[in-house]
């Protein structure tokens, strides 16, 4: 008979094992989208989303995720926040890799709470790095796309540190961030858009403002992700978050979570996203 110990001492052995191979591997998720409102030349259109990089290298100068983006040939890139993490100050890396994202195909930028805590000198820094890179910046602002003769929206809400943390760092009585904020700070949807906006927890009250498409990150999946149950804990410290990863709808809008690449994580593998979007005409 084998020893209960030695059982436990090999599952031990195997989850670690797994955990690590979970570590480095990057996932690509496939998902379809229908939007009502995608005009016909959009059906097909593809969007690469990267997320919550945070300090994680894969590869120099972040080979295997470069490797996949050229596999995917998206049409676009979006990098919904946290690319970096609050305490970096270097960003040559950051320039070499979003310098061969752009290569790729244009790369769309919104803000994460991690750059919105970066000292606005830095943050400055930051945003050089870039745009000397090629990414088109979305703070708080809106690209148009065209295809023949029709055109899509993609907008990237950059927030307010309040929605994430206390000046001190603590997550109690967070600020919310409601639809008459957003038309503040970005204005009336005109057409059909895609809205990058890094925290997806407020995606209740920013539904009303009628983005057909939202990409979000920040929740990493919940962390740990378990069966039947989904993700655990949010970065502000909260368990079992509403939003945490793959698609949600509410109302006419539609929300795209990717667990992202960086941070801690157990049963939930670092991924990229590619979402093909299809239209209903």
């Not at 599952?11 to 670690?16: E, K, N, W």
């Not at 926040?81 to 100050?89: A, C, E, H, P, V």
Request: aromatic share 10%.
């Amino acid at each position: 008979m084998i020893p209960v110990i030695f059982l436990i001492f090999i599952l031990v052995f195997v989850l670690i094992i797994y955990l690590i191979i979970e570590h480095m591997t990057i996932v690509v998720r496939r998902q379809s989208i229908t939007l009502d409102e995608l005009p016909p030349e959009f059906d097909g259109f593809s969007v690469l989303q990267i997320s919550d990089l945070h300090h994680r290298k894969f590869g120099e100068n972040q080979r295997k995720i470069t490797e996949h983006a050229a596999a995917l040939n998206p049409d676009i890139i979006a990098i919904t926040g946290d690319l970096i993490s609050r305490d970096q100050r270097d960003f040559t890396s950051i320039y070499e890799f979003c310098s061969s994202l752009s290569a790729i195909a244009p790369v769309y930028f919104s803000l994460g709470n991690h750059e919105l805590d970066l000292p606005d000198e830095i943050r400055s820094q930051y945003f050089s790095a870039l745009e000397s890179a090629g990414v088109n910046l979305l703070l708080n602002s809106t690209c148009t796309i065209s295809r023949g003769k029709s055109s899509i929206d993609i907008t990237g809400a950059s927030l307010d540190l309040s929605v994430y943390h206390s000046e001190n760092f603590t997550y109690n009585h967070l600020n919310t961030y409601s639809v008459s904020l957003l038309m503040s700070d970005i204005g009336v949807r005109q057409r059909c858009t895609i809205l990058l906006m890094h925290n997806p927890l407020i995606f209740d009250s920013i539904s009303l403002w009628n983005a057909d498409l939202i990409l979000s990150g920040h929740v990493h999946g919940g962390v740990v992700r378990l069966p039947f149950i989904g993700g655990i804990l949010s970065p502000e410290r909260k368990f079992f978050p509403k939003y945490t990863k793959g698609l949600y709808i509410s109302g006419c809008s539609k929300l795209y979570v990717s667990a992202g690449l960086g941070k801690l994580r157990f049963f939930n593998p670092p991924e990229i996203n590619l979402l093909t979007l299809k239209s209903i005409h």
